[in-house]
């Protein structure tokens, strides 16, 4: 005699469940017991205390955004963490710069401790951090102290996992070149990544990749501002070389970054983000840019498939953040019980940064779990516009 008694708390049945290292995908079950993935594999559903069917649905490991700005109501660029991301399918995220030495330990107390979903930062090189985008935190090259930055990494390896540099021209004035050696060389004694911020620097982006080192961070690769990634429609030989020693790209959309005109191309040419992000804030996240799962459904539209996006927000920022190491970012049998499930949903006109518009279906999130508890998801906010 069977015992017919239920084993797992939850079957997620029938999703397309992607694994998050390569990109691959199979129909099949995903059962949860507690905070743990307990099984994947097909047939589940009969064991389970409840089922949510995932028909024609994409189950993936919990989203992670490493790249967004999320100190609110310090910073006029932050966003809420839970609303703008969590309760959109995010179960971790890495702020970018927003926070420096200086105001990091009100980030610390206010809003990452107590937040639901795990973050953790790049601190900015600038003791000021991103407070105000009308003033540059590195127009003033005294506010740029190693020793403050180093002491805050040093003390908080649980939250710091790497620096953040914006190296546009209004932000670093003439001083670009050495700002920028110096964030490397605090960078390299604290052993973590520096993560620049292209578009509209004082020089072209040959001259700035060729300081850069294996696992320092491009952000904005697909921006449509001067000294980008592409000359004559062509991604540049130098990004390609800078990629090939181990330099990496990040997408993050922001309010003024990504373009419809340099991602399609680049795409098409096979230059694909090694990590895809939104760049989420307070100036965007009601629009153009809303939240990651509208830049996945974006970039999608720009050429990438599923199996291609799926490793660029999950494994693969998990790993550039450290947050591998706690589980998150992949989806397997005894690890944390994170997990998104997407759905294809209507087409809509999304936007990029320049205001240029595409219809393309969206991706919603159907249903969010974090650490086995279910999380309520918000409806697009692009809905009533």
Known sequence: ?????????????????????????????????????????????????????????????????????????????????????????????????????????????????????????????????????????????????????????????????????????????????????????????????????????????????????PGDVVAHCYTGKPYGILGDGKVLPEVYAARERGVLFESAHGKSNLSFAVARPAIEQGFLPDVITSDTSGRNWRGPVFDLVTSMAKLRAMGMTMEQIVPRVTSAPARLTGLDAEGYGSLVEGGPAHVTVLADAEEAELPDAAGNRIVAPRLEPSLVLLAGEQVPTVPWRGLNR
């Open 1 to 213: 005699m069977t015992d017919s008694s239920p084993r797992y708390d939850l079957v997620l049945a029938g999703g397309e469940v992607f694994d998050a290292a390569t990109g691959a995908s199979g129909v099949t079950d995903v059962a949860v017991t507690g905070d743990r993935v307990a099984r994947i594999a097909p047939g589940l559903a009969a064991q389970g205390r409840q089922v949510v069917d995932c028909s024609g649905q994409y189950v993936l490991p919990g989203l992670v955004e490493a790249h967004t700005h999320i100190f609110a109501e310090v910073s006029k660029v932050g966003a809420p963490p839970d609303e703008a991301h969590l309760h959109r399918g995010v179960v971790a995220a890495c702020d970018a710069g927003t926070v420096g030495a200086s105001t990091f330990a009100a980030f610390e107390r206010f809003v990452a401790a107590p937040a639901r979903m795990r973050l953790v930062n790049f601190l900015n090189v600038s003791v000021l951090g991103l407070i105000d985008f009308r003033f540059g935190e590195l127009l003033n090259p005294g506010t740029l102290v190693p020793e403050d930055a180093l002491e805050i990494a040093a003390a908080n390896p649980h939250r710091v996992r790497g620096f953040k540099i914006r190296l546009s021209e209004d932000v670093v004035g003439l001083e670009w070149r050495t700002l920028l050696k110096r964030s490397l060389a605090l960078s390299a004694e604290a052993g973590l990544p520096l993560m620049i911020h292209i578009g509209e620097t004082p020089e072209p982006l040959p001259v700035i990749l060729d300081l850069l080192r």
